[in-house]
């Protein structure tokens, strides 16, 4: 069975650097998926902002691309986001999730974390 | 970036009805289009991918059709397991877009 799990801190300072690791388990993150971050508030609704495959490839959305680092460690077999200059429109759930490959087209996230709620205040 | 528009936001219906549910992509996306059921607390579940394709282990009273704009996610005889709200996400490009989802409500 496929797990994904969120960690880090729960709450961010207005612009410092939020950080946050996925932990996969049950397959290894070198085989054929990519690996994406998503995030999620009432007011946006559910956000993509970008994955990574395990070579570090990795692609943002445009509009984050500026502060967003997603990386990965292959030896721990987890991936990670970093957000910087952070203000309160990034307080929002978090997730990570498995994006499916098939004939080397993305078609789903077909595996997600439970989540995690990240707050950006002093 | 493609916008996905999903209507309506939000539907009230019975157990045992069938609904139906649109999402419209701002330019066309082929078939590369999941839809996902989400319950309050919980991440996202994957229901259909490339516009029809059922999920292993969902009911078949789930099912998608539609390519290009407009796409639809149909539920042939709500359960009440199936008050939820759904979302469609586009993989035509980056960055992969979500439609704002549709609040099913039990009426």
């Known amino acids: 069975q496929v797990l994904l799990q969120e960690s880090g801190p729960g709450l961010v300072k207005p612009s410092g650097t939020l950080s946050l690791t996925c932990a996969v388990s049950?397959?290894?993150?070198?085989?054929?998926?990519?690996w994406s971050w998503v995030r999620q508030t009432p007011e946006e609704g559910l956000e993509w902002i970008g994955d990574i495959y395990h070579n570090g490839l990795t692609n943002y959305k445009p509009s984050l691309e500026s502060r967003v680092i997603i990386s990965v460690d292959t030896s721990k077999n987890q991936f990670s986001l970093q957000l910087t200059s952070v203000t309160a429109a990034d307080t929002a759930v978090y997730y990570c999730?498995?994006?499916?490959?098939?004939?080397?087209?993305?078609?789903?996230?077909?595996?997600w974390g439970q989540g995690t709620t990240v707050i950006v205040s002093s | 970036d493609i916008q996905m528009t999903q209507s309506p936001s939000s539907l009230s219906a019975s157990v045992g009805d069938r609904v139906t549910i649109t999402c419209r992509a701002s330019?066309?996306?082929?078939?590369?289009l999941a839809w996902y059921q989400q319950k309050p607390g919980k991440a996202p579940k994957v229901l259909i991918y490339?516009?029809?394709n059922l999920q292993g282990g969902v009911p078949s009273r789930f099912s998608g059709r539609g390519s290009g704009t407009e796409f639809i996610l149909t539920i042939s005889s709500l359960q009440p397991d199936d008050f939820a709200t759904y979302f469609c996400?586009?993989?035509?490009?980056?960055?992969?877009?979500f439609g704002q989802g549709t609040k099913l409500e039990i009426k």
């Open positions: 996400q586009q993989f035509s490009g980056y960055p992969y877009t």
């Open positions: 999730a498995r994006t499916s490959i098939q004939n080397y087209y993305p078609y789903a996230l077909d595996v």
């Open positions: 049950g397959v290894s993150i070198t085989n054929t998926n990519w």
């Open positions: 330019q066309s996306i082929s078939s590369w």
């Open positions: 490339k516009a029809s």
